[in-house]
Structures are given as C-alpha cells and as structure tokens.
C-alpha cells in the first residue's frame, strides 16, 4: 500500500506558519492556504515532490482566517479542486469578520495592526461538512476529517492513519506568531474563541490516539506536551 505523506509548506519561515500537503501516490490534499499571494510557496514545495497543481484533488481548510483561507480564491482556480470547509466556518469564508478572542498580549497588540482582519477574496465552499467526522477513503485518502471546534467554531482537524493529525490552530507553539524558537512549547494561538472548547477538542483527538500533531503556527508537538496544554488551558482563568 501506498504510504501517506505529510509535507509541511513554509508559508512564513522559521514554522511561523505553516500549510500541509498530504500525499498519497499521485494525488494531493492541500491543508490550508496561508496568507493571500502564498501560489508561489506552495508550487515550491508541489515541485520539491515531483507534482504540480493538477496533482492537487481537494483543498481543506482547517479554518478560515486569512492566513489559512487567504489563498483559497487563487488555489482553486489553478487546481480545479474542491474547497472543503465546515458549514460553521461558512460565514467566516464569506467575509464575516473573525470573532478575535485575544489570548495575551500578543494577539492585543497583533489585534491593533487589524492584520487579521483585513479583506482577503472570499468564496463559498464547494463541499461544506455537517458531519462530525467524515471519511475521505472512497476518494482514495485513508483520513478522517473530523469538527474539532474551539478556535473557531468551524475548525476541523485532518487525522491520519499512523496517528498523525493536523490540528490548525487548536494549539501553537513558539514565541510571537509561532515557530521561531521554543518549538516544543505548547501555547495558545494569538486567538482563541472557545478556550474550554478547544481542550475539548484536542482531548478528543488524543482518545483517538493522535500521537503527533501539526500545527499551523510552529510544531509538531507530541501527544505528552498537548496533554499538558489541554491541563493548562482547563485552569486559566476566563
Ligand atoms: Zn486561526
Ligand atoms: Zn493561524
């Protein structure tokens, strides 16, 4: 059987950000799309694997702020692929401003520069998720996208055989955006909606025994040093 294959794809250096590309023999899932004008990174690394856009079959969003949607618009008319998202997360793909829940003094400060909040293209879904949890094996993908809200209500996490899962922004790690240094640091993302849903969450992918988990700002981070991030984020206070 073919393995499956989880490329990261530098949309900022130092793991500041990243998107995913899953593999599977000839065809690809791309996880997230980063920022707006992120085309040229992805093809990079597309190109690094021996593929190109039309190996491309489905593009997943994890959520849609801008650094994750920001090039969804572009992607899909270059790859003809689907845009899958969660029909919680469809108001932020049509241009709801996000719910920007700050986590520290950081997503203040990242708050004032309103870089999150500015106009990307928007679009609605071709394939909107109801489910809790869907399999992608009929398309030849032996994964399992399942709704883990909490950063955003709509977010989803991509799970993998072989215990690997990309998790968005459930969590982050490093110092400032993510990345950078201390990448074995658990911590909240600069945002946080649902703080009790987020661990939430994260404890469910760690039942369905996740062992390492992708991340949007730094990781991966194994399953011990979330476990520890669910404990911390079930005592901060509001
Ligand atoms: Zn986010
Ligand atoms: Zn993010």
């Known amino acids: 059987m073919t393995k499956i294959q989880i490329e990261t794809i530098p949309i900022l250096p130092f793991g500041m950000l990243n998107s995913f590309l899953i593999v599977h023999g000839d065809d690809a899932i791309l996880v997230d799309t980063g920022l707006p004008k ?41 790859t003809s692929a689907p845009i899958w998202a969660h029909a919680r997360e469809v108001p932020y793909c049509s241009g709801q401003p996000p719910k920007l829940a700050a ?31 869907i399999g992608l094996e009929d398309r030849g993908f032996p994964l399992k996208i399942i709704h883990t809200p909490g950063h955003t209500p709509g977010s989803v996490s991509v799970l993998l055989e072989n215990d690997r899962v990309i998790a968005g922004d459930l969590a982050a790690s490093g110092v400032l955006l993510g990345g950078i240094a201390l990448r074995n640091k658990p911590k909240r993302p600069p945002f946080e909606e649902d703080r009790l849903a987020v ?40």
């Not at 003094?105 to 309103?114: A, E, I, N, S, V």
């Not at 679009?123 to 109801?130: A, C, G, R």
Request: proline letters at 4%; hydrophobic letters at 40%; aromatic letters at 8%.
């Open 38 to 78: 992120s085309e040229a990174k992805i093809f990079k690394t597309l190109k690094k694997l021996g593929l190109s856009w039309s190996n491309v079959k489905l593009i997943v969003l994890t959520h849609a702020h801008i650094d994750h949607a920001g090039s969804a618009v572009a992607i899909k008319a270059l």
């Open 103 to 133: 986590t520290g003094p950081f997503g203040w400060t990242f708050q004032k520069t309103g870089a999150i909040e500015r106009p990307f293209p928007y679009f609605k879904p071709d394939e909107i998720m109801t489910a809790g949890e």
């Open 199 to 238: 661990a939430t969450s994260l404890e469910l992918l760690l039942q369905r025994g996740c062992k390492t988990f992708y991340l949007g700002h730094g990781g991966p981070l194994n399953a011990d040093r979330i476990e520890k991030h669910v404990s911390t984020l079930r005592r901060v206070q509001a």
